[in-house]
């Protein structure tokens, strides 16, 4: 079974930047049957739901989509190394509301979905992150 593990968070000052990892423990390119995957991060902070953050699509001739939430589109960027088996965040001008911890998931597909965090069975254990004011 798939597994997914997180890294690189960090507390920083607002205006800081941070790279996150998630390192999947087999060739995520051959663990769904239709021959696609869908990565995506989530935050969830305190008391608050999981909200989808990014999300990045591998079709399986290779073709790739994101997608991100409003809130850090332009500031944050979602990346693969399929050679590597890992997902990257690369998260810049950050801010003191995107304090929390941070989750990678996959599935099959994104789609219209990929911020549904209930769409999602396969989660790493998760990597904090906080920004200060």
């Known amino acids: 079974q798939l597994q997914l593990v997180e890294s690189g968070g960090d507390s920083v000052p607002a205006g800081g930047s941070l790279r996150l990892s998630c390192a999947a423990s087999?060739?995520?390119?051959?663990?769904?049957?239709?021959?696609?995957?869908?990565l995506a991060w989530f935050r969830q902070a305190p008391g608050e739901e999981r909200e989808g953050i990014a999300a990045?699509?591998?079709?399986?001739?290779?073709?790739?989509?994101?997608w991100y939430t409003n809130s850090v589109r332009g500031r944050f960027t979602i990346s693969q190394d399929n050679n590597k088996n890992t997902a990257f965040l690369q998260m810049d001008n950050l801010k003191p509301e995107d304090t929390g911890m941070y989750f990678c998931?996959?599935?099959?597909?994104?789609?219209?979905?990929?911020?549904?965090?209930?769409?999602?069975?396969?989660w790493g254990q998760g990597t904090q992150v906080t920004v200060s004011s």
């Open positions: 998931a996959s599935k099959s597909l994104c789609g219209l979905t990929w911020a549904d965090y209930t769409r999602y069975k396969t």
């Open positions: 087999a060739d995520i390119r051959h663990t769904y049957t239709s021959g696609t995957h869908c």
């Open positions: 990045i699509y591998t079709g399986a001739s290779g073709t790739s989509n994101v």
